[in-house]
Nanobody, 126 residues
Framework: QVQIVESGGGLVQPGGSLRLSCAAS????????VGWFRQAPGKEREGVSC????????YYSDSAQGRFTLSKDNTRNTVYLQMDSLKVEDTANYYC???????????????????WGQGTQVTVSS
């Protein structure tokens, strides 16, 4: 049974850091592209970052570039999103997703991803 479980969200002050985890079961992250999306109230779901299945190439949105770092641990079948220098506008529900044909040349659109987690809330506020 395929399952994705996100964790690591919470409340943090502007300028702070969080590390989100995406634990996968039922499939291997080294054979799937894995991405992070976020959705704020009243806004569309947007791609933040992804890591490809081959060579572990990483891609970032303009807003994430330079502040977020994506990595994966194949032995733990887990992907991590390190988020630094957080801003109020980073507040959203963050979702991890995976797909065989995902993250080929960029984060892409949600339709490229077959499996989704339930999300973890990130709130950046003073």
């Amino acid at each position: 049974q395929v399952q994705i479980v996100e964790s690591g969200g919470g409340l943090v002050q502007p300028g702070g850091s969080l590390r989100l985890s995406c634990a996968a079961s039922g499939f291997m992250v080294d054979t799937h592209g894995v991405g992070w999306f976020r959705q704020a109230p009243g806004k569309e779901r947007e791609g933040v970052s992804c890591i490809s299945s081959d060579r572990g190439r990483t891609y970032y949105s303009d807003s994430a570039q330079g502040r977020f770092t994506l990595s994966k641990d194949n032995t733990r079948n887990t992907v991590y999103l390190q988020m630094d220098s957080l801003k109020v506008e980073d507040t959203a529900n963050y979702y991890c997703a995976a797909g065989v044909w995902a993250c080929i040349v960029g984060v892409g659109v949600p339709d490229n991803y077959n499996y989704w987690g339930q999300g973890t809330q990130v709130t950046v506020s003073s």
